[in-house]
Each structure stands twice: as structure tokens, then as C-alpha cells.
């Protein structure tokens, strides 16, 4: 089983939509969660990071924690063609040497079309 | 203040030889991790600094990779003896004490032919 895992894309969703971005991770030591967008060509930049169970909002985005299933998720509401992109799901480790070392999905590729 | 940046954006480079990437952390951020990208996939983790030492180096796949970080600023990646899968993009990112996130440099795409 991978570290980290992620809903297999690519996802495709038409504008104005809710895409729906899952992931799930084996460590259960793990203490912060991380959504990252990437660009293609592009380095991973933060959309979103969560530390405690239940729901974070940040505008049109919605981070979900459930440490007892080990799952993450990313909603993107009023999706956008410039939502377009891989979004990353990134586990902190669980403390000392490991804190800090971010382990990856493999990232979900989301297409927003018009 | 300017971001995390990294040097060269490109590098191509023979089998078997010697390179060097370079980054130049966030000013004042203490911490200091080295990822790889190979295409289709997330980063993954090769080694961490806090300061001038490498607090976490079990990402480095072997004996060829060896970073620096000798004034607790810039970091040079180096690595011998390139193999054609030695091919990626080389991410750089750097953090905070106070916080969590890390913010990432361009990257480096390194293409051993």
C-alpha cells in the first residue's frame, strides 16, 4: 500500500461544477495534510492545509479531515477553467526526524471545461 | 521578498558525469527540503535540512546523492556518477520555524542522456 494514494483522474468536471478531490494515507502518526495545485511546467503551490478532523473553507475551496478513516479531501466549488491543473495531496510526518518531510500522492489531474 | 529560487532551471548533462543544483532558500527560513519529480508523479522526499545540518537524508537513494548546506542558507544537491534515471525535475522548498508550509523553488529539470 502507498504512503499516500489518490482518486485515480483524471477528473473532468464542466465549469461551475464541484470537483471532488480524495485521498488517503496509511500513517495514522500523521499530523498535517496539505493541498497543493500544480501547473503544468509549474512547482506545487498551497491551496489549502488542514490539521484537525471536520471541514476548513478558504473561498471557493473546502479541505475535509477524518483522522479515524485516514482520509482527506479537496472540494473546489464554482469550478473554473483556471482550476485546471494536478492537485497534490501532501501528509506531514508524524514527529521528530520526520517532521516537516512531506510524502506525496501521486496527484489527480482535474480538467474543468467550459 | 523573492521566492525560493533555483539554479539552473535546465541541465543536461552526459552518463557518468558530476552535477550540481543549487537553491536559494526563502531569507530566513530554517529549514530546507530537497524533493524529486519524475514526470506523472508527486514529489518525493530526498533529504532535509534545519540549518546547516541535514536533519532527515533517508530520501537519498543512494551513495551518489549528497547535499550541503554549510551556512544554513543555500544548498547545493550534488550528484555523481549520473544515470539516464536520474532524470527529473529537482524541487527545491524551504520553511519557516514558526509554520508548516513549504514553498517551493522553479525546480531544476535535469535530463541525463
Known amino acids: 500500500q502507498k504512503e499516500v494514494e489518490q482518486n485515480s483522474g483524471p477528473l473532468s468536471v464542466p465549469e461551475g461544477a464541484i470537483a471532488s478531490l480524495n485521498c488517503t494515507y496509511s500513517?495514522?502518526?500523521?499530523?498535517?495534510f496539505f493541498w497543493y495545485r500544480q501547473y503544468s511546467g509549474k512547482s506545487p503551490e498551497l491551496i489549502m492545509f488542514i490539521y484537525s478532523n471536520g471541514d476548513k473553507e478558504d473561498g471557493r475551496f473546502t479541505a475535509q479531515l477524518n483522522k479515524a478513516s485516514q482520509y482527506v479531501s479537496l472540494l473546489i466549488r464554482d469550478s473554473q477553467p483556471s482550476d485546471s491543473a494536478t492537485y497534490l495531496c501532501?501528509?506531514?510526518?508524524?514527529?521528530?526526524?520526520?517532521?516537516?518531510?512531506?510524502?506525496f500522492g501521486q496527484g489527480t489531474i482535474l480538467t474543468v471545461h467550459p | 521578498g523573492a521566492g525560493v529560487s533555483q539554479t539552473p532551471s535546465n541541465k543536461v548533462t552526459e552518463k557518468g558525469k558530476y552535477v550540481e543544483l543549487r537553491c536559494d532558500p526563502i531569507?530566513?527560513?530554517?529549514?530546507l527540503y530537497w524533493y524529486r519529480q519524475s514526470l506523472g508523479q508527486g514529489p518525493e522526499f530526498l533529504i532535509y535540512?534545519?540549518?546547516?545540518?541535514?536533519?532527515?537524508d533517508s530520501g537519498l537513494p543512494n551513495d551518489r546523492f549528497f547535499a550541503v548546506r554549510p551556512e544554513g542558507s543555500v544548498s547545493t544537491l550534488k550528484i555523481q556518477r549520473t544515470e539516464r534515471g536520474d532524470s527529473a525535475v529537482y524541487l527545491c522548498a524551504s520553511r519557516d520555524s514558526a509554520g508548516d508550509e513549504q514553498f517551493f523553488g522553479p525546480g531544476t529539470r535535469l535530463t541525463v542522456l
Open positions: 535540512f534545519q540549518g546547516t545540518g541535514a536533519a532527515d
Open positions: 501532501a501528509v506531514n510526518g508524524a514527529g521528530g526526524t520526520s517532521y516537516g518531510k512531506l510524502t
Open positions: 531569507s530566513g527560513h530554517t529549514a
Open positions: 500513517d495514522r502518526g500523521s499530523q498535517s
